[in-house]
């Protein structure tokens, strides 16, 4: 179907900045407009929504606790999402799932995306 292959993960200190990019490929990816997103899930919590973009880049969508921190975009391929996390904070500490679904409007529901990818580490040391 969907493959989701996700990079930028890693260990960095609080108050740093890191990227996340997401690449989308397969048939429907060619076939179809989409929405990309990120959610997150920090270890004994549940997954929750951090960002999404729609199908044109001018339609975003982010969490509260991300919301000016974070910022979401798309490549003009169209097929790339990147997630540029700034200022940030161990509250952050999460494996971070990029995800897809067909369609034109950022969502912001799990039960919303048809694809996950495996996930990338994000640690943020205080």
């Known amino acids: 179907q969907v493959q989701l292959v996700e990079a930028g993960g890693g260990l960095v200190q609080a108050g740093d900045s890191l990227s996340l990019s997401c690449a989308a490929s397969?048939?429907?990816?060619?076939?179809?407009?989409?929405?990309m997103g990120w959610f997150r899930q920090a270890p004994g919590k549940e997954r929750e929504f951090v960002a999404a973009i729609g199908w044109s880049g001018g339609d975003t969508n982010y969490a509260d606790s991300v919301k000016g921190r974070f910022t979401i975009s798309r490549d003009g391929a169209k097929n790339t999402v990147h997630l540029r996390m700034d200022s940030l904070t161990p509250e952050d500490t999460a494996v971070y799932y990029c995800?897809?679904?067909?369609?034109?409007?950022?969502?912001?529901?799990?039960?919303?995306?048809?694809?996950w990818g495996q996930g990338t580490q994000v640690t943020v040391a205080s």
């Open positions: 397969g048939r429907t990816v060619s076939r179809f407009t989409y929405t």
């Open positions: 995800t897809f679904a067909r369609g034109y409007n950022a969502l912001y529901r799990a039960s919303d995306y048809s694809d």
